[in-house]
């Protein structure tokens, strides 16, 4: 199939990449001309396991394509994604100028019927409004559907070639069909199409976020209680998740969630409910628990060492908001920079990817270490901020001999408690003893 996605950021970049995977001819488009220059020669702008592998693969097999002109892309596409930014406008809710331009954009070169996907996270009724302002500027017959995409960062790619699920919201017959067709590669191990109208879909995308954020925000507040009572998360984790009807994944405690999504998503439910007259009460509880949830590293930082942490340095282990990622939007990392830093203390980093994005950001009010080991010379403590898989088996003799004081404040649950204890390391971690 004929395939246009507009926008190359990280949505339209792995959409555009998978969907030639499967044989399709796919042209991207973006009014960025230098990066659609950089991607014709291969090189993918964002960091995304196993991506530049399929990139360059279907580049070079001729059946990914990338132009800067709109009307070259969906000339001789049947369907056209949409994977453009719809950013929180100052009220918190979701600006949809970029869809609604591109809508009336294509709308106007348009000499057939053709099938518009929404793969941005948009707010219910978004169709209807990308339906209107195309009527007004085409005579030609079209469909609007929403597709909403379920990519986590670290592992879109397989995300996308295996997906648990794809939901496509439409009532239109032909669309159904071109749609279902165009998925029916990636869901052959049985995984549902779930078909249905285009606002149930918009707000599944909204509901699958949110609840995926309440389960987070509901184990930290079981780990805060744990703490007080004496309980382990990890084994209350472990107790509750081997019922099928919660489920094993999702439910570890930390640091809150952070990353362009979550927060984001679960704001414009509320600010969405809020503007229908409902009042989304779990919603707003998930959101404050989480705010209080980035401070609880910082804080049992600051009590152990009795409120006093001016010139003292701190090793942080971590910085990207999760794993896999240099995505540091809404990072927890950058709460606790800030704390300690307004604090007095002075931080060493390391992070394998986002030291870069951190950089630009705070520049150097904090260190860069050129490796973990490095981060710890002379530090008062460790804190472990995001579960790097080269965080998980560190050699602990080194560490203690780096430190300066055997301490370890692990945001991430990522040692054995006892055997922590048995190093003889002051360890405090989430929702566990100390
Ligand atoms: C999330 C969803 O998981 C995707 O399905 C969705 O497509 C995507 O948002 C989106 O809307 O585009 P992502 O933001 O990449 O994906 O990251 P997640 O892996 O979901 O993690 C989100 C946050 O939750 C991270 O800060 C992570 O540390 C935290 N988390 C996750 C926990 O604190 N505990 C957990 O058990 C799981």
């Known amino acids: 199939m004929k395939i246009a996605v507009v926008g190359t950021g990280y949505v339209g ?3 555009g990449t998978c969907l030639a995977e499967t044989g399709n001819q796919v042209t991207c488009v973006d009014i960025n001309e230098k990066k659609v220059e950089m991607m014709k020669n291969g090189k993918v702008p964002i960091y995304e396991p196993g991506l530049e592998l399929l990139f360059n693969r279907n580049i070079n097999q001729g059946r990914l394509h990338f132009t800067s002109n709109l009307a070259e892309a969906i000339e001789e596409a049947k369907i056209i994604f949409m994977a453009l930014p719809t950013p929180p406008g100052g009220d ?23 099938v518009i996907v929404t793969k941005s996270t948009v707010p219910v009724g978004t169709a209807d409004k990308v339906t209107a302002i195309m009527k007004e500027n085409t005579n030609q017959e079209f469909a609007v559907v929403s597709n909403p995409e379920f990519l ?3 592992v879109a790619v397989d995300d996308f070639m295996k997906p648990d699920r794809v939901v496509i919201g439409t009532t239109d017959e032909r669309a159904r069909k071109l749609l279902g067709e165009l998925y029916g590669p990636y869901v052959r191990q049985g995984n549902p199409i779930v078909f ?7 707000l599944t995308k909204y509901a699958a976020n949110s609840f995926l954020a309440t389960k987070i925000s509901f184990m930290n507040e079981i780990a805060n209680l744990c703490e007080l009572v004496g309980a382990d998360v990890d084994m209350v984790r472990r107790g509750i998740g081997s019922d099928d009807r919660i489920g094993k994944r999702f439910l570890f405690a930390g640091i809150g969630y952070g990353g362009s999504c979550f927060p984001k998503d679960v704001q414009a439910l509320a600010k969405s409910s809020e503007e229908n007259k409902y ?6 509880a998930v959101m404050d628990v989480n705010e209080i949830q980035k401070k609880v590293l910082v804080e049992k930082v600051k009590k152990y060492f009795k409120g006093d942490i001016k ?8 910085l990207a908001f999760k794993p896999e990622t240099d995505d540091i939007r809404e990072a927890p990392a950058l709460y606790i920079i800030d704390e300690l830093l307004a604090a007095g203390a002075q931080i060493s980093a390391f992070d394998p990817e986002a030291a870069n994005n951190v950089k630009a950001l705070v520049g150097d009010k904090i260190t860069y ?15 472990i901020v995001t579960e790097w898989s080269l965080f998980r088996t560190p050699d602990f003799t080194q560490v203690e001999e780096l430190l300066k004081n055997k301490v370890i404040f692990d945001g991430r649950n990522l040692y054995d408690l006892q055997k922590m204890i048995d190093c003889g390391f002051y360890y405090n971690s989430i929702g566990r003893k100390v």
Not at 279 to 284: A, Q
Not at 311 to 318: E, L, S, T
Not at 369 to 383: E, N, W
């Open 13 to 15: 970049l792995v959409t």
């Open 92 to 114: 918190g809710a979701a600006d949809l100028s970029y869809v609604l331009g591109a809508a009336k954009d294509i709308a106007k070169l348009m000499k057939e019927y053709k």
């Open 152 to 154: 986590r960062e670290g």
């Open 196 to 202: 249905m109208d285009e606002r149930s879909s918009e």
């Open 279 to 284: 009042d989304f009460k779990i919603l707003n």
């Open 311 to 318: 010139g003292k340095r701190f090793a942080m282990w971590g």
């Open 369 to 383: 270490a050129k490796d973990q080991y490095d981060a710890l010379k002379d530090a008062d403590a460790l804190l």
